[in-house]
């Protein structure tokens, strides 16, 4: 029996992200803050239900369809390994993989560069369900220390108060990394006005 593949957004059957998905998820726009953290779309419509879709309903397939917007949308071509911001143990025990290693390897793949776990998150709660406040402290990290002169790109899902990337590019310039980028493959600071995702029929 052949296994039919369903969109990661919508869930209708067809290839990995359907052509109403794709189109509305073009329209969504890229986001930087003010301190160069870069997310390819606004939490929000498609963005949303692909990030959703690969936390919490297994679907891995998003992660390789964030990355190639992100790779798209952001000018990442000029680093040289990708790492990522590690979520909790406990998160990563209970979903079976962390999300933003499986989008940071896609984004790797993408780039034609090597994925390395360069950090690693002291024991804490995991940020989702924090208030805005607690969010801002961010989690702590210690860094691995790579081959010196190269460009780190560090990648996570969602960037809300940007502390996790901020916390994680302290750790990785402490460990002698002169170059850091930050990028996430959406971001829930600026909210986007786009309609919520519509089923697709037929």
């Given at each position: 029996?052949?296994?039919?593949?369903?969109c990661?957004?919508?869930?209708?059957?067809?290839?990995?992200?359907?052509?109403?998905?794709?189109?509305?998820?073009?329209?969504?726009?890229?986001?930087?803050?003010?301190?160069g953290i870069?997310?390819?779309?606004?939490?929000d419509?498609?963005?949303?239900?692909?990030?959703?879709?690969?936390k919490?309903r297994?679907?891995?397939?998003?992660?390789?369809?964030?990355?190639?917007?992100?790779?798209?949308?952001?000018?990442?071509?000029?680093?040289?390994?990708?790492?990522?911001?590690?979520?909790?143990?406990?998160?990563?025990r209970?979903r079976?993989?962390?999300?933003?290693?499986?989008?940071?390897?896609?984004?790797a793949?993408?780039?034609?560069?090597?994925?390395?776990?360069?950090?690693?998150r002291?024991?804490?709660?995991?940020?989702?369900?924090?208030?805005?406040?607690?969010?801002l402290?961010?989690?702590s990290?210690?860094?691995?220390?790579?081959?010196?002169?190269l460009?780190?790109?560090v990648?996570d899902?969602?960037?809300?108060?940007g502390?996790?990337?901020?916390?994680?590019?302290?750790?990785l310039?402490?460990?002698?990394?002169?170059?850091?980028?930050?990028?996430?493959?959406?971001?829930?600071?600026?909210?986007?006005t786009?309609p919520?995702?519509?089923?697709?029929?037929g």
């Amino acid at each position: 029996m052949l296994l039919s593949s369903r969109c990661a957004a919508c869930a209708c059957p067809g290839p990995v992200l359907c052509h109403r998905c794709r189109f509305s998820l073009a329209s969504l726009a890229a986001k930087r803050s003010p301190d160069g953290i870069a997310a390819a779309f606004a939490f929000d419509g498609v963005a949303r239900e692909l990030i959703v879709a690969l936390k919490f309903r297994q679907a891995r397939s998003a992660a390789g369809v964030l990355a190639e917007f992100m790779v798209r949308r952001l000018g990442l071509d000029h680093v040289d390994v990708v790492t990522w911001a590690p979520t909790s143990a406990r998160r990563v025990r209970g979903r079976g993989y962390d999300q933003a290693e499986v989008i940071a390897r896609a984004v790797a793949r993408q780039l034609g560069v090597p994925c390395r776990r360069l950090l690693y998150r002291a024991h804490g709660a995991p940020q989702t369900g924090k208030s805005r406040s607690d969010r801002l402290v961010g989690p702590s990290f210690r860094a691995r220390t790579p081959r010196r002169g190269l460009a780190v790109l560090v990648v996570d899902d969602v960037v809300t108060t940007g502390a996790t990337l901020r916390t994680a590019a302290q750790a990785l310039r402490a460990a002698g990394v002169a170059h850091v980028e930050l990028a996430a493959a959406t971001s829930a600071q600026l909210r986007h006005t786009a309609p919520r995702t519509r089923k697709c029929v037929g």
